[in-house]
């Protein structure tokens, strides 16, 4: 038995993952990193990213009833891990900011952080919806 119903909204968020798949290939073959620009600066993180979102779309085509808690956990997570990110990197300074060497938060970071945040606070807020209204 689904824990929820099928939905359009479980429909965008099986489309989403799926799409992983042409993030990658954005990001190996033309380095043009969308889905994951947070974790730029960390290789190994986003290799982990990737195999998580992996993770997550086999999981909704398995189990199409677990689509909304999935997806409210990854959007959770993302929230999380942009928010300390982006934290982290405006509130301690470093001695490579001082030197020169690292800059502070550049404009297409935060646009990038405005996208990607808001995307993942939209898609966990509708999921608590969905999920609450069981």
């Known amino acids: 038995m689904p824990l929820i119903r099928s939905t359009s909204s479980q429909s965008v968020i099986r489309v989403y993952y799926l799409a992983t798949f042409v993030f ?5 073959i033309l380095n043009i990193n969308v889905r994951v620009a947070f974790l730029e600066t960390s290789p190994a993180l986003r290799a982990s990213y990737y195999a998580a979102l992996f993770t997550c779309m086999a999981l909704v085509l398995w189990r199409p009833g677990w689509t909304v808690v999935i997806g409210a956990i990854e959007s959770l997570i993302v929230l999380v891990a942009l928010i300390l990110g982006m934290g982290v990197r405006t509130m301690l300074v ?15 970071e935060i ?4 996208i990607t945040g808001g995307i993942a606070y939209l898609a966990f807020t509708r999921a608590m919806r969905q999920i609450r209204g069981l």
């Open 111 to 114: 646009i990038n952080f405005m």
């Open 94 to 108: 470093s001695d490579a900011m001082l030197e020169g060497a690292a800059g502070v938060v550049t404009l297409p």
């Open 24 to 28: 990658l290939l954005l990001d190996v």
